[in-house]
């Protein structure tokens, strides 16, 4: 979908949309065309339920006295609520109303909300951010799909008063916005379209962004000692790959030390050996979110010249049950040289990270490292489908990636790391076990993450299995891969770790 932005303008044809707060009081734009429409506006917000709630719509077809064929009044909401995530949803909103209706342009009026921090063009860079984050459609392999089926939209322009400046606004909005585009994509993948090797080849593109890849094949990490990522993936036909993302976006910095991201990505999860149920596995394609989200992530940060040194760190590898799979009671090496008693072959999600993360800290000496992962079930059980889990070993970044939630929309909660938990992974053969039982299952898991996080490090693990995928349709978010993450963590490098 093209955005535009322009200045305001009630002669366009397409679809008109204008803004109605909660109490019922038609904006500016809301009043002009009331009058010059003789009352239609007005009439039709009486004959309907339509009070001007969020993201309640309303359309008024072909009104007299407009050359536009849709008039869309859009609740606006309380103006006290009013920020930078709800000027997203109502892009969302619009897109979501106006999709498949027909109209295959839209104009949008922008008036300023009076008692709202957000000025007239942060409202409208960010409705045109939330309206292209909706249109994200993943079609590649819908090849009989009705033309009445498919979207209409195709490109939506942003009225204001001053539109040079809400351009600027949405720029680098639309970097981070091909970020999640990246990310939604390769989520969406089937597992034998993406498995480690092509995976690690499309990170290749990020190179024209200024990106450095590197990438080990399975050699080279058994060289480094990998024994705990290679024996999720000795099951597999599929060779592992690690990938290794950087980007100097400050390269003059005093303290060139980077943050870095890593993130899991296991292309499919059967469970191995160990294997799941039939109901719903299809759903591990996108077991590999995490790592999903961490090239999104770099991607959106070298397009918008991000100043931050940053790398992200990807693991992949797929789990699978054959004559060479690892078995439950194996004991595995990692390349910190702490040893793992494998007794779920399922739990291979943080085998895979303890590698990866020790590996990252090696190579990179981050100050800094957070990890991403759709690494338990258990995080569905305590949060829902909400809030991501967040483990920190740092208050202060843990309140930063707080923070960063709210303002993105993006939520986190924040969960324990106590010490009391180790037990529950001790083995009587090796450093660890895999598991440590149901009980506080996504605890269990974040703790034995932390064993391969060097002293000095801050470090916060998200648990994303609940947030990863949408089953239903959000604002800025279509059924399907959300790309959870990417706008979290652009947001706290642009507020902590920039300039
Ligand atoms: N990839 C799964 C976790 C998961 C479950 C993600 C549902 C998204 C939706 C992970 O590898 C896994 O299988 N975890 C096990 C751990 C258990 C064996 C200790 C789980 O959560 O059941
Ligand atoms: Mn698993
Ligand atoms: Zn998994």
Aim: a positive charge; proline letters at 3%.
């Amino acid at each position: 979908m093209r955005v535009s932005f322009a200045a305001l303008d009630l002669n366009r044809t397409g679809a008109l949309v204008a803004f109605i707060a909660d109490n019922g009081a038609l904006s500016a734009t809301a009043e002009r065309l009331d009058k010059v429409t003789d009352g239609a506006v007005s009439r039709a917000a009486k004959a309907s339920r339509f009070r001007g709630a969020a993201n309640r719509t309303l359309s008024i077809l072909s009104p007299s006295g407009i050359k536009a064929a849709r008039l869309l009044l859009v609740g606006l909401g309380k103006a006290a609520e009013f920020d930078a995530v709800a000027a997203q949803n109502l892009g969302g909103t619009i897109v979501a109303a106006l999709g498949t209706a027909g109209d295959e342009v839209a104009s949008v009026a922008i008036d300023p909300v009076s008692g709202s921090k957000l000025s007239a063009a942060e409202f409208a860079a960010n409705a045109a951010y939330g309206a292209l984050l909706r249109s994200y459609r993943f079609d590649r392999y819908r090849t009989r799909e009705k033309a009445e089926d498919k979207p209409t939209l195709k490109s939506i322009t942003v009225m204001v008063r001053d539109p040079a400046a809400a351009r600027k606004a949405f720029g680098p909005l639309a970097k981070v916005a091909e970020g999640v585009f990246l990310t939604r994509d390769l989520v969406s993948e089937p597992a034998n379209v993406l498995y480690p090797v092509s995976f690690a080849a499309r990170t290749r593109a990020l190179a024209k962004l200024g990106v450095q890849v590197q990438v080990l094949d399975r050699k080279q990490m058994e060289k480094l000692g990998m024994g705990a990522l290679l024996g999720v993936a000795q099951g597999s036909a599929h060779e592992a790959r690690m990938v290794a993302l950087r980007w100097n976006g400050a390269p003059r910095a005093r303290n060139k030390r980077p943050i870095a991201f890593v993130g899991k990505g296991v292309t499919f999860d059967t469970g191995g050996i160990s294997i799941k149920p039939a109901a719903n596995m299809e759903d591990m394609k996108w077991d590999m979110g995490g790592a999903g989200v961490v090239t999104g992530l770099i991607h959106a940060l070298a397009a918008r010249k991000a100043k931050v040194n940053a790398v992200g760190v990807i693991g992949l590898v797929e789990n699978m049950p054959s004559a060479t799979a690892q078995r439950p009671g194996d004991v595995v090496k990692t390349m910190s040289g702490q040893t793992i008693e494998v007794i779920n072959t399922d739990a291979e999600g943080r085998l895979v990270l303890s590698d990866a993360l020790w590996w990252c800290q090696e190579r990179f000496r981050p100050h800094t490292v957070i990890d991403l992962a759709t690494l338990t079930g258990a995080i569905i059980i305590s949060l829902g489908h909400h809030h991501a889990g967040l483990f920190a070993n740092d208050d202060k970044l843990a309140d930063w990636l707080i923070t960063a939630g709210k303002a993105t929309g993006e939520t986190v909660w924040r969960m324990p790391l106590d010490e009391a938990y180790d037990e529950q992974v001790r083995s009587d053969i090796a450093d660890m076990k895999n598991v440590g039982g149901r009980d506080g299952g996504s605890v269990t898991a974040a703790k034995i993450l932390q064993r391969f996080i060097q002293d000095g490090v801050a470090w916060a693990h998200l648990d994303i299995a609940g947030v990863t995928w949408s089953s239903k349709d959000k604002p800025t978010v279509p059924k399907g891969g959300t790309a959870f993450g990417v706008r979290l963590l652009d947001r706290l490098v642009s507020d902590h770790y920039e300039g």
